[in-house]
């Protein structure tokens, strides 16, 4: 039976390791503050005191972390990933990072036998819930096929790529999209409110065309009720529209709407709303 490891016990690591436990696979669990593993041994994971150990112990290691900064802090660190890694283990980072993160992890994964995946994530916490999440594979093909069943046990959809980045790529140019359409969303909501236009009334209208979206179906009464409790930090969507203008900038694409969304994500950020839902954008909108 092949054993699993989960690196990062946050909101949507919990959510994932929870559907592979009821799916009856065998899962070692590693969070910096161990207490959020809590819940997750009592449904039978086991516990590791490093992602070294985790490594060790495992056929295939997943890792769900916030940034570039702690992917590399995972991998690299002292007791970290590559001091576990050793030919017959294999490494999937879910978490959505730079495309140079990806390689410059990937390149020393390889260097020490063992085999790379990077698989980002589209989805929050509702879908890493409810297993319907969609992976965006790029790296080590034969890994690809090893995890798959593990894959479709937490996601409805996974995609592959060929060369290793173009997963981090994909994904930044999907939460791109999603930010800015989250700030046109917020701009319109507020518009309606100040005329005079209930906004449950706009949510309903925008329901019925062309322009109708899960998103706005789910994030539109929480914002107009003032609700704004995370299932996608506002500080990460800040964090994905930086990195997408970064890539942007290096290919020269001019991406005029995204770089005012995301003026939009640093103000908010800055007054206080960095950890609650990236819908929370409307608070300075």
Same mark, same amino acid.
């Given at each position: 039976?092949?054993?699993?490891?989960?690196?990062?016990?946050?909101?949507?690591?919990?959510?994932?390791?929870?559907?592979?436990?009821?799916?009856?696979?065998?899962?070692?669990?590693?969070?910096?503050?161990?207490?959020?593993?809590?819940?997750?041994?009592?449904?039978?994971?086991?516990?590791?005191?490093?992602?070294?150990?985790?490594?060790?112990?495992?056929?295939?290691?997943?890792?769900?972390?916030?940034?570039?900064?702690?992917?590399?802090?995972?991998?690299?660190?002292?007791?970290?990933?590559?001091?576990?890694?050793?030919?017959?283990?294999?490494?999937?980072?879910?978490?959505?990072?730079?495309?140079?993160?990806?390689?410059?992890?990937?390149?020393?994964?390889?260097?020490?036998?063992?085999?790379?995946?990077?698989?980002?994530?589209?989805?929050?916490?509702?879908?890493?819930?409810?297993?319907?999440?969609?992976?965006?594979?790029?790296?080590?093909?034969?890994?690809?096929?090893?995890?798959?069943?593990?894959?479709?046990?937490?996601?409805?959809?996974?995609?592959?790529?060929?060369?290793?980045?173009?997963?981090?790529?994909? %994904?930044?140019?999907?939460?791109?999209?999603?930010?800015? &359409?989250?700030?046109?969303?917020?701009?319109? #909501?507020? /518009? !309606? +409110? *100040?005329?005079?236009?209930?906004?449950?009334?706009?949510?309903?209208?925008?329901?019925?065309?062309?322009?109708?979206?899960?998103?706005?179906?789910?994030?539109?009464?929480?914002?107009?009720?003032? %609700?704004?409790?995370?299932?996608?930090?506002?500080?990460? &969507?800040?964090?994905?529209?930086?990195?997408? #203008?970064? /890539? !942007? +900038? *290096?290919?020269?694409?001019?991406?005029?709407?995204?770089?005012?969304?995301?003026?939009?994500?640093?103000?908010?950020?800055?007054?206080?709303?960095?950890?609650?839902?990236?819908?929370?954008?409307? %608070?300075?909108?």
């Amino acid at each position: 039976m092949t054993k699993y490891g989960f690196l990062g016990i946050g909101i949507m690591g919990k959510a994932m390791v929870a559907n592979l436990l009821q799916a009856g696979l065998d899962v070692t669990v590693w969070n910096r503050t161990a207490s959020r593993c809590d819940s997750l041994i009592d449904m039978g994971a086991s516990h590791a005191d490093s992602p070294a150990a985790v490594i060790e112990k495992c056929d295939i290691t997943f890792a769900m972390v916030s940034d570039p900064e702690a992917a590399e802090a995972l991998c690299f660190g002292e007791h970290g990933v590559l001091a576990g890694m050793s030919a017959g283990k294999s490494y999937v980072d879910v978490s959505t990072v730079a495309p140079e993160t990806s390689q410059k992890i990937s390149a020393a994964i390889k260097e020490k036998g063992g085999m790379f995946l990077e698989a980002p994530v589209s989805g929050s916490k509702k879908p890493a819930e409810d297993g319907t999440l969609v992976f965006l594979c790029s790296g080590d093909e034969a890994l690809y096929t090893l995890a798959k069943p593990a894959l479709d046990i937490m996601g409805k959809k996974s995609y592959y790529f060929s060369e290793t980045g173009q997963g981090a790529q994909m %994904k930044l140019v999907i939460n791109m999209v999603m930010g800015t &359409m989250m700030t046109a969303f917020a701009e319109g #909501l507020a /518009l !309606g +409110d *100040k005329i005079g236009l209930k906004m449950e009334d706009v949510i309903d209208v925008l329901a019925q065309g062309a322009i109708n979206n899960p998103m706005f179906q789910l994030k539109g009464p929480l914002m107009a009720d003032g %609700k704004f409790a995370p299932a996608f930090p506002l500080k990460h &969507m800040q964090k994905d529209m930086r990195l997408a #203008l970064q /890539l !942007g +900038d *290096k290919h020269s694409q001019p991406m005029y709407t995204a770089a005012a969304a995301n003026n939009s994500y640093i103000k908010a950020r800055d007054n206080g709303s960095e950890d609650e839902d990236f819908s929370a954008v409307m %608070k300075v909108i």
